[in-house]
């Protein structure tokens, strides 16, 4: 599975952007997609994960309310809509997936994709 991230930027806090994460390949093996940030000098984070066998998403309590996870299964395509940024969303974020279930631990993730840098600021 092949996954590549756009839509990166910089934007001013109360600002919104969109990423996009296009996926190819064996993309029917990927039982959980979803996003992680890394802000500098901190780990890697689960921002919103998508099950593909139950149809749940699950988006981080720091997030919620303000980031929305949405996907086009025709494009393999996944977003993340995110409105109301504040500077601590500033970060690298990822485009992930996985087979099997849904967790939070970035290190069981197989496929991940370049990463995009969202500022805010």
């Known amino acids: 599975v092949q996954l590549v991230e756009s839509g990166g930027g910089s934007v001013q806090p109360g600002g919104s952007l969109r990423l996009s994460c296009g996926a190819s390949?064996?993309?029917?093996?990927?039982?959980?997609m979803g996003w992680f940030r890394q802000a500098p000098g901190k780990e890697r984070v689960r921002v919103a994960l998508f099950s593909t066998g139950t149809g749940i998403t699950v988006i981080a309590d720091a997030v919620r309310g303000r980031f929305t996870y949405s996907r086009d299964n025709a494009t393999n395509t996944q977003y993340l809509d995110k409105n109301d940024l504040k500077p601590e969303d500033t970060a690298m974020y990822y485009c992930?997936?996985?087979?099997?279930?849904?967790?939070?631990?970035?290190?069981?993730?197989?496929?991940w994709g370049q990463g995009t840098q969202v500022t805010v600021s």
């Open positions: 390949g064996h993309t029917y093996s990927s039982n959980c």
């Open positions: 992930a997936a996985k087979q099997g279930g849904c967790t939070v631990r970035p290190d069981v993730f197989r496929y």
